[in-house]
């Protein structure tokens, strides 16, 4: 199998998943399209992992702790989205700009 | 195995090539569809053509964590922060910001030159997948002999994040 | 041997503890001020009793302890001799000026500073690395700034300390750039083996003699570098009895001295120091005809004095110019003193106050009289002896016994004599307004206290004694060549030829009757006629150096206001306004944010990329 296969992949789904970070204006699909773009690495892991074939299973081993990370932080990413809901009463992204600075 | 170029497909060639194109073009429809919580469904079909991935690549153990953690934790914990914050049921015309043009390019870019990248330095590289699966054994001595202390530090990590979200999610001193 | 090093150190550490201490108490400063050069004086005294000197004469000084500091000393008959004349004129000046400085407020500071002084003279002196005579230099060019500007409150005494640093420091520039050529050269710092090795080839001797002449010229003050000396009157007398005889203006002839087989080896730069010295002899002299105060008269009779060192040093005779060179600090020391002493009674050193103090101040008057024949060079006074072997010198060169073409030493010749007639008649035109006549202005004059008039006594003694070494055939000139690092043939005779002595007998009584004429005090002009501002050559300065100096610093204030003010606020303003403009840009848009990095990361990956790949 040619290696290149997952690599376009995980290209493409880390492309895509950049257009959705750079686009989205619900936060919940920013959320998702970072989901898209550990996949996409992940995918990438996988495929290495495979080519190298090696006993310490390094790729999949991370793959999983990226999986894991990214559970987490999916968790915490709505807490906090939860909380930004409940203070704002909207969670679009680009009304999420109290760090502006004001022109002088 | 010999070198052969990516016009040149095996039965397993294409079989990861189409479950990829489902998860690419799903994934594509994650990223525009107009209702959000299509979104989320894309998302699971993209996140399991992955896995069907994962599967191809005998990566067996992966692709039994891709579907428990993102299809039955993850996505589900998506549809239920839609659900918190009220998210519009049905078509809507903001859910996609202003800089569409920016974003495009910018995506564009960074497929087109990893894209490139990978092309050029593994192009006519072959992968084994005939071997023996990566199952739940294999993974877990590789995981509990090698990876332990990255393991349990991760372990803390979720712990940590567990506590976090439950202090942040509190009505009265999240606030 | 050490002992060299040991006598210059004496007193700078009396400089230093001196300032240390000379604030609490005064009279600890005055026995430190004294200390200093006299313990140089008795260094210089076992020193001199010692000769032949069996040490080797380069000695290399703090072994181990300070190995790179160029510690390489001199000892022969030339550095002792005027050693000892440093450190003896310098003893009195620091008893004289506990006297005269009575009144002083900053006494320690300024007893440290000549201690200091003396300390680089005599370093100077015993220089046996250029680098230590560059340093002793240089140190001497700051203590007289220092002592000049003592009195710093009046603008004129911070005039000519700035005056006399800038023009001693333009000669300085030459002389550093010719110790460089020499060092280049010869590839040693030594002095003997730098002046050996360079006196062989006459490219080099040329060169870096004529560079050093430059800052001889600046420091012996000789024409056209010579406007410093008489404005450095500003300062105390003590200050100019000692700048005058034994230390500033005497550096520049001792160095022609010790790098003389290397001046010999250049006779175009002797010939062009007979130039000036006869122009600057001559001229300084005449101008001191002239002069309405006391201390100037004085200054421009050193410039005259110094030029017939030079002179003789020109016609080839070092031994000549280093016995004129002694005698002259003796008998002009006494002068300075003396003329100290007059202004500290009468308060004023314009001659037009001062008159017919013959009775009122004897001890002073006597010493200055034996000092103002010594001067004009009366038989058996030091100046008769030292002025005649300069002559003599400037005969044999006229007979073309020497390196130098014979019309050279007709010119210096003729020049010397005449001046001889004018220096007569300066001194007698000083002393006649000085202590004949009526008493001009008011109050009561005191003879100065004896702790200023001993050294008028003690300077009187060499004054009148020295000049008898000379009768001895070769007694002077074997003592100055004892021990000789540089081998200058058999020492020459100094004692008195009997045409010259004709020549300067007739010479002196003409500037006699001269002097005499202008005795009256009517004849004291007011200071401001050509002659008397020093032929104009102050006015040379200002059009030749001082104006475009001034359009040049014009330009650099216009270019710093016009181009480096504008430049820095532009830098300040234009920072400002991108800020202004990027702040615009922190619109608190996350994603335009990421966008902006992204793009930035893959212009960065791809150039990254094609730089590689090509």
């Known amino acids: ?104 | 195995m010999s070198d052969r170029s990516l016009l040149s497909p095996t039965g397993v060639d294409v079989v990861f090539a189409l479950l990829g194109a489902v998860a690419a073009a799903s994934a594509l429809m994650v990223v525009t569809t107009r209702q959000i919580v299509h979104a989320a469904l894309w998302l699971v079909v993209s996140l399991g053509a992955v896995a069907g991935c994962y599967l191809v690549l005998t990566a067996e153990f992966v692709a039994w964590m891709q579907v428990l953690i993102y299809l039955g934790a993850v996505v589900v914990l998506l549809l239920f922060g839609m659900m918190l914050t009220r998210a519009p049921i049905g078509p809507s015309d903001d859910l996609t910001g202003t800089n569409r043009l920016v974003a495009f390019f910018a995506s564009v870019a960074v497929t087109a030159v990893l894209g490139v990248l990978v092309v050029d330095a593994f192009g006519s590289t072959m992968i084994d997948v005939s071997g023996e699966p990566s199952s739940a054994a294999v993974m877990g001595e590789a995981l509990f002999r090698y990876w332990v202390l990255p393991f349990e530090a991760l372990s803390v990590l979720l712990l940590s994040a567990l506590v976090g979200a439950i202090a942040l999610s509190k009505p009265d001193e999240g606030a | ?614």
């Open chain 3, 1 to 614: 041997m050490t002992a060299p090093l040991v006598m210059v150190l004496i007193p700078a550490v009396a400089a230093f503890v001196g300032l240390l201490v000379g604030g609490m108490s005064r009279a600890a400063a005055g026995a430190i001020a004294v200390a200093g050069p006299l313990g140089a004086l008795v260094v210089a005294g076992l020193l001199a009793t010692e000769q032949p000197w069996t040490d080797p004469i380069v000695d290399t000084g703090f072994h181990g302890v300070l190995q790179p500091f160029p510690a390489a000393t001199v000892v022969d008959g030339l550095a002792v001799s005027v050693a000892l004349m440093v450190s003896f004129v310098a003893t009195l000046v620091q008893i004289y000026s506990i006297g005269y400085m009575k009144a002083e407020p900053r006494y320690s500071s300024y007893a440290a500073f000549v201690s200091l002084f003396t300390a680089a003279m005599l370093a100077v002196v015993v220089a046996g690395d250029l680098l230590l005579l560059v340093v002793g230099w240089e140190v001497m060019g700051l203590c007289s700034y220092l002592l000049i500007g003592q009195n710093w409150e009046r603008q004129e005494a911070r005039r000519a300390a700035v005056k006399a640093f800038l023009v001693t420091k333009v000669g300085d520039i030459g002389f550093i750039v010719g110790i460089v050529v020499l060092i280049g050269a010869t590839g040693t710092t030594l002095v003997p083996n730098a002046v050996q090795a360079a006196s062989s080839d006459p490219t080099v001797a040329t060169v870096a003699s004529g560079l050093i002449l430059l800052g001889v010229l600046g420091k012996s003050a000789q024409f056209p570098l010579h406007a410093w000396l008489p404005d450095a009157m500003a300062g105390p007398s003590p200050v100019s009895a000692l700048i005058h005889a034994a230390t500033m203006v005497a550096a520049g002839v001792y160095v022609v001295a010790r790098f003389y087989p290397m001046f010999l080896a250049a006779p175009g730069v002797l010939t062009a120091m007979a130039v000036i010295a006869c122009i600057t002899m001559l001229g300084a002299a005449v101008i001191s005809l002239v002069q309405s105060d006391l201390k100037r008269v004085l200054a421009w009779s050193t410039v005259s004095q110094l030029a017939y060192m030079v002179a003789a040093l020109a016609v080839g005779s070092r031994d000549a110019a280093v016995f004129h060179l002694l005698s002259h600090a003796f008998f002009k020391a006494l002068l300075f003193l003396a003329a100290g002493a007059i202004i500290h009674a009468v308060g004023s050193s314009a001659l037009r106050d001062i008159g017919g103090l013959r009775r009122s101040m004897p001890v002073t008057f006597m010493t200055m009289t034996i000092g103002l024949l010594a001067l004009v060079g009366v038989f058996p006074l030091a100046g008769f002896f030292s002025k005649e072997s300069v002559l003599v010198a400037a005969e044999h060169a006229a007979a073309g016994d020497e390196v130098v073409a014979p019309w050279v030493g007709w010119l210096v010749l003729v020049v010397a004599v005449v001046t001889i007639a004018v220096t007569a008649a300066y001194a007698v035109r000083l002393w006649m307004l000085t202590w004949a006549g009526p008493r001009r202005g008011n109050g009561p004059i005191h003879e100065a206290p004896p702790v200023m008039y001993l050294p008028l006594v003690l300077l009187a003694v060499p004054t009148l004694l020295f000049g008898f070494t000379a009768l001895d055939v070769s007694a002077l000139p074997t003592w100055i060549q004892a021990n000789a690092t540089e081998p200058l043939g058999t020492p020459a005779a100094l004692t008195p030829a009997l045409v010259t002595i004709a020549l300067s007998v007739v010479a002196l009584l003409i500037g006699v009757g001269i002097g005499w004429r202008s005795r009256l005090p009517s004849a004291i002009g007011d200071g401001t006629s050509i002659l008397a501002r020093g032929l104009g050559v102050d006015a040379a300065y200002d059009w030749l150096v001082v104006r475009p100096f001034l359009v040049l610093v014009g330009w650099t204030t216009e270019f710093d206001q016009h181009v480096i003010q504008r430049t820095v606020s532009g830098v300040g303003s234009g920072t400002a306004a991108t800020g202004g403009r990027l702040q615009r840009t922190q619109r608190g848009d996350v994603q335009r944010y990421v966008s902006t990095a992204l793009t930035a990361l893959i212009v960065a990956v791809v150039i990254t990329l094609v730089t590689v790949a090509t």
């Open chain 1, 1 to 104: 199998m040619h290696l290149s296969l997952p690599l376009l992949l995980s290209v493409s789904l880390f492309g895509i998943g950049v257009y959705g970070l750079l686009v989205r204006r619900n936060a919940i699909l920013v959320l998702m399209s970072v989901e898209l773009m550990l996949n996409g690495v992940n995918v990438s892991l996988v495929a290495f992992d495979v080519f190298w074939a090696e006993a310490l299973r390094a790729g999949q081993s991370l793959a999983i702790f990226v999986i894991t990370i990214a559970a987490a932080e999916i968790g915490l990413g709505l807490a906090i989205l939860l909380l930004l809901y409940r203070m704002r009463g909207s969670i679009a992204i680009d009304e999420a700009t109290d760090l502006r600075e004001d022109a002088a």
